[in-house]
């Protein structure tokens, strides 16, 4: 369910503002496309950077510039050589409408790249998010993009839980990308929040102690931060690695049901943080994690338990369970469920939960 008030007009002005402001201020990933008003030369960073890591594109994008310079060059070279250049990075059939796509505009568009942004997505291998980076990048036109750096900065403000891959997720995606961009400097605007998404609010561990946007972010306010974006289609792990952090107040204990079509629909969990691999968490490393991704400054760190393990049918839960002791709710947990810790058995929680509960009396936490 998406929080109402991010809907308002002062959210998405503070959101613009807050970004363009960061970006003059803070923005410090540079890329050699960055600035770039040459649209052949934003394309053909888009196109390798499609299933790309950046760090591995940028090596090819260099020799693809030095070695065709214009998208003229590029059109007249022979195949082979194109995709000699292009080994390595697979997805051939990005190359083959790369190679294409320059001759379609060298040879019958007299080497003239289209200005339209509606010109720009007819052209093959050029997708809605390509067709606006160009647009807004090179001609400076209205058009957000929506890439995954988007995708999840956008989901956590706004709070939206509509799976970012469904037909509606999209729809709805689209109409708050474009409400939040600035119309007046789209191209500054959309480089902006993709360097956001990548080096602030990342995937992992964000930086959500320190962004200036969290006082209106709903996933910030609502405990939501490792929850979103949501995907419908999400990829089947046999090993997950989960970091549960049992916050303690004054009585109460902050849980949450899990409403996502997963494992354990229903049943009721605490704070979840979900790693690839296992973290072997220390006290001092907690209190960074608290401090960076909750913005809490004042706990203490009771115990750290041992990893649990559970096997389900086609995949292995392992779980750690940290205990923290609050002086206050912070606004970083104020969207848990604070109950009082003497009416947990009331809840229903998976197996692996209630197996650590049960033996905590018994239990020698380090």
């Not at 950077?49 to 030095?66: C, D, H, I, K």
């Not at 706990?299 to 392992?318: D, P, R």
Request: with cysteine.
């Amino acid at each position: 369910m998406r929080n109402k008030t991010k809907t308002k007009v002062d959210a998405k002005q503070f959101f613009t503002q807050q970004l363009m402001s960061w970006n003059q201020d803070n923005n410090q990933r540079n890329m050699p496309w960055k600035g770039e008003k040459d649209p052949y030369k934003i394309w053909l960073s888009e196109v390798i950077l499609q299933q790309t890591r950046v760090s591995q594109g940028l090596e090819y994008y260099n020799r693809f510039v030095a070695a065709f310079p214009t998208i003229v060059e590029l059109a007249n070279a022979a195949d082979e050589k194109v995709l000699k250049m292009w080994e390595g990075l697979g997805y051939y059939s990005r190359c083959r409408n790369l190679i294409n796509t320059a001759r379609y505009i060298s040879f019958e568009l007299g080497g003239v790249f289209p200005k339209e942004y509606h010109q720009i997505i007819q052209l093959k291998g050029v997708g809605p998010y390509t067709a606006a980076a160009i647009a807004s990048f090179a001609y400076n036109q209205p058009y957000a993009v929506l890439d995954g750096n988007v995708f999840r900065v956008i989901s956590r403000y706004a709070g939206i839980e509509t799976p970012i891959d469904s037909t509606a997720g999209k729809k709805e995606f689209k109409a708050f990308a474009q409400s939040f961009l600035d119309t007046e400097k789209p191209g500054l605007y959309n480089q902006a929040i993709m360097d956001f998404g990548a080096t602030v609010c990342k995937p992992a561990a964000p930086a959500c102690g320190t962004c200036l946007l969290s006082r209106q972010c709903a996933a910030f306010q609502n405990g939501q931060v490792n929850q979103l974006p949501v995907k419908s289609k999400t990829i089947k792990r046999k090993k997950r690695c989960f970091s549960y952090f049992i916050f303690h107040c004054k009585g109460y204990l902050a849980i949450r049901q899990r409403r996502q079509k997963d494992i354990w629909q229903g049943l009721n969990e605490f704070y979840l943080f979900e790693t690839e691999k296992s973290v072997q968490w220390t006290t001092a490393q907690v209190k960074e994690w608290l401090e960076q991704q909750l913005a809490i400054v004042s706990a203490k760190v009771k115990s750290i338990s041992e990893v649990q393990v559970q096997q389900l049918t086609h995949q292995q839960v392992t779980a750690q369970f940290i205990h923290i002791d609050l002086p206050s709710v912070p606004i970083s947990l104020k969207g848990m469920d604070w109950i009082r810790e003497k009416e947990i058995g009331a809840f229903a929680f998976p197996r692996i939960i209630n197996a650590y509960l049960e033996g905590i009396p018994n239990k020698k936490d380090r």
